[in-house]
């Protein structure tokens, strides 16, 4: 079965540090993989996506992941967190099956200390 | 469009009431997608509609989970006599079915209704 971890509960970085979050996903095919984040009581914001191609992706906020099919991983990194970017961050894999259902990870929740 | 549209947000009930959830999708989306997420856990896939038909529901949708997207539009989730273990963010999503996988991807997710049974 599809499944998504990502191995830290919790992160905290100083404002101006740079970022990684580590995601790893267990998939028989190529998945499509995203991150999303999350702040406190809303919704999920996409921040970016890979489907093919280039494995390094930009995405919003600053924010870029590396697709890293060897090691299934697709880390999301920031190279200078600002206090805004305190949320929790999920990864997602897409199966390739009718209905484009996600599978998320656990999340991870960044903590920005100045 | 105002995007995906979420009432209530927050809904307290005592156990064994019946609640019902609203989710309004971006209008042009054709396909609209039900997620729970409880404490310390990522969204779960419950169920999901193509216009107005359920095409898939999970194993976690039991039979006091019902879900209805009448005339393909609005969609409503009832949960019948609500257990503690009901307690969870609900979340809505909605897409449209294009030519590519990319767009079929295209989620855009409301604000969730929080529920808390007591």
């Known amino acids: 079965a599809q499944s998504v971890t990502q191995p830290d509960i919790h992160i905290t970085v100083s404002e101006g540090a740079s970022l990684e979050l580590r995601c790893n996903y267990s998939?028989?095919?190529?998945?499509?993989l995203f991150w999303y984040v999350q702040s406190p009581g809303q919704g999920l914001q996409l921040l970016l996506k890979y489907f093919s191609g280039d494995t390094l992706v930009q995405g919003i906020k600053g924010f870029e992941a590396e697709f890293k099919r060897s090691q299934s991983s697709f880390n999301l990194r920031k190279p200078s967190v600002h206090w805004s970017d305190a949320a929790e961050y999920f990864c997602a894999v897409g199966p390739l099956e009718y209905g484009n259902k996600l599978v998320f990870g656990a999340g991870t929740i960044l903590r920005v200390k100045s | 469009d105002t995007g995906v549209s979420q009432n209530p947000r927050h809904k307290i009930t005592k156990r064994g009431q019946n609640v019902t959830f609203r989710c309004d999708p971006i209008?042009?989306?054709?396909?609209l997608y039900w997620y729970r997420q409880t404490l310390g856990q990522g969204p779960e896939f419950l169920t999901y509609f193509q216009n107005e038909a359920q095409l898939e529901k999970s194993r976690l949708l039991s039979d006091r989970f019902s879900a209805e997207r009448p005339k393909g539009s609005f969609s409503t989730l009832e949960i019948q006599r609500t257990e503690q273990g009901d307690s969870a963010m609900y979340l809505c999503?909605?897409?449209?079915?294009?030519?590519?996988?990319?767009?079929?991807?295209?989620?855009?997710f409301g604000s969730g209704t929080r529920l808390t049974v007591v």
């Open positions: 209008s042009e989306h054709n396909r």
């Open positions: 999503a909605s897409s449209s079915v294009g030519t590519g996988s990319e767009a079929n991807y295209g989620y855009t």
């Open positions: 998939y028989g095919a190529t998945p499509y």
